[in-house]
């Protein structure tokens, strides 16, 4: 059955089948109300909010299946999460198909948007849905919360800061890119054993989210480039510039670092933390974007 | 200057320029940092979330003004906000367009989206961009609070019930849908004088929205044609039909009928309210959908 023929109320009605009830005691008001109502966790910390969207033809291709389309349009602002070392706890879903899209299909990303959600213990709450004239654009805002003392973010990373990644860069976007799972558990264990400076979620390679992060702390940085873990069957060039990791980058007091890979291995045996460099003073030659090349891939130019 | 030669971080900076700093004291995070991270006015109430989007091609047209359609995309769930007479605070933008979009356009698409939030008091502190191969989407997503007591929802009404609304019905798509301002002040003002028993907001029309208040809330519905308050200009087909009236239809026990619309007029002198008719016991012949056309909007069919 197409999606023009069911009908906006009746898809949601379906959809709704599966989703949280709204008399759950932490949801007052959710899918098919006006607004989601909810009560959060804990009402002396942060709250955290995030929206990303993945687009057919960029984010996806139609071949795609809708269960890891779905996965991966929950994982990716779930990842920023990670990057906050927040706790993400409800979510609102904006879908954007054509009259003619399949109804299977949607229940399909559905069916991973919720999984994926469940994986962290978020609640899908409410959403929207509209029709185009173009391609498939999925939304997902989420929203949660984050102690006072553990918020992380891209700015704070001082000159002398070790620069860690976890896991391994490059060659995501063959498979692991509809698959991952974001960082959320480890960037949780972070900031409860360590103070870390700045952090970020890799989402567009090495090579383009570094200077950001660099960028926001008023720093500059120094990378190691053969030190680099890169990713079985990538190269030193994909694990810069390719993208799609979501694997942490933080930086920390290099005085941490030594205790840090210790605690880390007994914590996480099976994911890789590696010492990638350091940031640094800012240089004044510095320019606003570095090229993605992995060759051009040092400061000062 | 099209978006495809500027990149989305010379965009996010020109676009940030613009927006509340993450240094402000409920902000601590904002635009250019992964997430979003703020602090709730009043951790005792309830978190309330709205998403919704507007579509080129469907919820506007090419040649809408920006600023237009900037207004249109933030006051959409803002409605959604009057519907639950809750306060909002943040909201987050995704915006999707392929790369030949002018750079000016976006600029003042965003000025429209600040000027409608800025109408609301309420901070855009995220978003993200995304490139496509189909037309622009405008995704938003809002959050703010609501006071246990004062929470509305499309639940609550009972058999009995006097049905109200607000303004004037129909004629909408003509320019107001470009240009309306949701009631907010009016919701706020409901909640805080008089038990409202359920309440929405009128986008998609009186004839396909209030059977949706009457399934929330498990009762009928009788409405009186001819004292349907009808726009200038529109018919009571229109009227009933058209939709993107974003007006509020509430459900109040009768007895308070009167003392309301004699406090209403001191309030709101410029503003009407209708009476249009009550909330019955549900008929046992009660169809899941009712035409949207006026000739047949009545129960039981």
Redesign the interface.
Same mark, same amino acid.
């Given at each position: 059955m197409k999606l023009g023929s069911l009908?906006e =109320?009746l898809l949601l009605d379906q959809i709704a089948r599966d989703l949280p009830r709204?008399d759950n005691r932490k949801i007052?008001?959710g899918v098919?109300?006006?607004?989601?109502? /909810?009560?959060?966790a804990d009402?002396?910390n942060?709250?955290?909010?995030?929206?990303?969207? /993945?687009?057919e033809?960029?984010?996806f291709l139609r071949k795609a299946k809708a269960l890891h389309v779905g996965w991966k349009a929950m994982m990716r602002p779930l990842s =920023?999460?990670a990057?906050?070392s927040?706790v993400p706890r409800?979510a609102?879903?904006?879908l954007?198909a054509p009259q003619k899209t399949d109804v299977a299909w949607i229940r399909e990303l559905y069916r991973g948007l919720r999984k994926s959600a469940d994986h962290f213990d978020v609640s899908i709450?409410?959403?929207?849905t509209?029709?185009?004239?173009?391609?498939i654009?999925v939304?997902v805002?989420v929203?949660g919360f984050?102690e006072r003392n553990r918020?992380a973010?891209?700015?704070g990373g001082k000159p002398g800061d070790a620069l860690f990644v976890t896991g391994r860069l490059g060659g995501a976007v063959r498979q692991k890119h509809l698959k991952f799972v974001p960082r959320i558990v480890e960037s949780r264990w972070l900031t409860k054993n360590f103070f870390i400076h700045a952090m970020? =979620?890799l989402s567009d390679g090495l090579g383009a989210d570094l200077p950001?992060l660099a960028h926001?702390s008023k720093v500059g940085f120094n990378i190691d480039v053969e030190n680099l873990p890169v990713a079985r069957g990538a190269d030193v060039s994909a694990a810069i510039s390719e993208g799609e990791d979501y694997e942490l980058l933080f930086a920390i007091s290099p005085r941490n670092g030594i205790h840090l890979a210790r605690a880390w291995r007994r914590e996480f045996p099976k994911l890789s933390l590696t010492r990638i460099g350091s940031l640094s003073q800012k240089s004044k030659s510095e320019k606003r974007?570095l090229p993605l090349g992995y060759i051009h891939f040092q400061q000062p130019l």
């Open positions: 009908g =109320d709204a007052f008001a098919g109300d006006d607004c989601a109502i /909810v009560q959060m009402a002396q942060l709250v955290v909010l995030k929206t990303d969207c /993945v687009v033809g960029v984010h =920023d999460f990057a906050a927040a409800f609102l879903i904006t954007i709450v409410g959403g929207e509209s029709s185009t004239p173009g391609p654009a939304s805002s929203i984050v918020a973010s891209r700015r970020m =979620d950001r926001a974007k």
